[in-house]
């Protein structure tokens, strides 16, 4: 994969990025209570070989907790720690969705020269009709009353615009619009932007800025595999199959690996950054009404931003953190999402869409970074644990006051710069958790998470990043 990293400063060791590679102001706790004092440990180690073969650590013993009762804290955690041979720090900033970048995407997507404005308010009678047309049989069908609430929105929105409409279309001359229409391969496709503070997964509705760019068909007709040109309603999707247990046949005739290179041949033309591959799930067709008789026939790609091929969506900037259920203050919401990640659809007849979450830009990277023996940071978490409880704010069980945590790894966590909003570091940080894995070890939740510099040994603060 060509990298399109921008490599401001390299330092060796632990000097130049101790402070976390231009993070200013960043507010982390180098000390709880003493945790870190000057002079207390000694200088790290580069690499990562320097934790190969390391035992599970296993212990137990009694704390308080914040209320004045007693939990125990019970660890059989195996050591895990990523492939590559060193670890970094990275300084990023958000990408910004100004007239500048629209008109650069809308170019490198599109290879017409005719761009058309795609928001309702210049939509043609025809396609407001049929929208409009759209959201009320959805509307009838769903159960769910958020939906519903938007999709009332949305007909609002095209009973107004129906008013002012035209019957052609309006070519894109000012790009300060979020959303156009052009053609790939002689088929027309939108590319919208979108920018929100609400990040909805499952039954959660989590309150943080999320960024998105979404590039579909205007009809799904024409890029559907052929046996679905007669379903009604149709729509497409990404589908785990491990993780529901439906599906183990992908009807697509393209096989996982030719599907990956169709992914990464389209996000590096678009020039989206240092991406490394993440995973991949099934790409699944059906009535979006019914919701019945899904079929799988093509992929879903997943590319993370990331560096030495890893993806920081899979090494420690997962959304399956249950503690955002948890936040108490104002100030620890409305945050970035975590994941800066881009979804890829692929069938047989190649790419047929993408969707771009929350892109970032690399300003600087420190590579080489020192960082603390195992048997420092164990004894940073056991000291913190056992004096100051309160500060992790444990998920306790339904029963009992025991805590287990079973997997102590070696990651990349995000910290949010204190005076730049948007900007942040992804730096080297042990997670010791209770972590569940699906059968392909990919994490399906995190609880109760201690979350250290791996650098310093900093405590990290899960609310105050996130």
Known sequence: MKRKLLIQCISIGLAGCLSFAGCADKNVNYDIDGATEAG?????KTGVKQFAGAEAWTDEWTVKTSKGNTAVISIDADIIVPTAEQMSVLEVKETGYDKKYKKSMVKQVFDDEEVYYNDISHMTRKELAELRAECKLLYKANSWDLANLQLKE????CDAALKEAKDTYTLAEDFSMNEYWGKRAG?????SFMEDQRFT????????RNKSMIISPKDVYQVCPQKFRETENLTYEAWDWELHGIMTENLCKLSEEEAKKEAQSFVDDL??????YAYSEFLVWGDKVKESEWTAEGYVLYFGF????????EYGTEEDYWNFNTKRKETEASQYSLNARVAVHVTDAGVIGA????????ISVSKGVELLALEDIQGIIKEQLTNHMGFFRFTFPMSGNTIELNEMELIYFRMRDGKKLGCYSYVPAWRLAYVLRDGSRRVDSI??????NAIDGSMIDFFEET
């Open 40 to 44: 207390r440990f000694q200088r790290g």
């Open 154 to 157: 949305k007909m609002k929105e």
């Open 187 to 191: 088929i027309p496709y939108k590319l």
């Open 201 to 208: 997964e499952e039954s959660m509705v989590i309150s943080r």
């Open 271 to 276: 020039e989206l950054g240092d991406l490394a």
């Open 306 to 313: 990331g560096i030495d091929d890893m993806a920081f969506m």
């Open 355 to 362: 969707k771009v979450f929350n892109p970032v830009e690399a």
């Open 447 to 452: 609880q109760n998470q201690v979350l250290i």
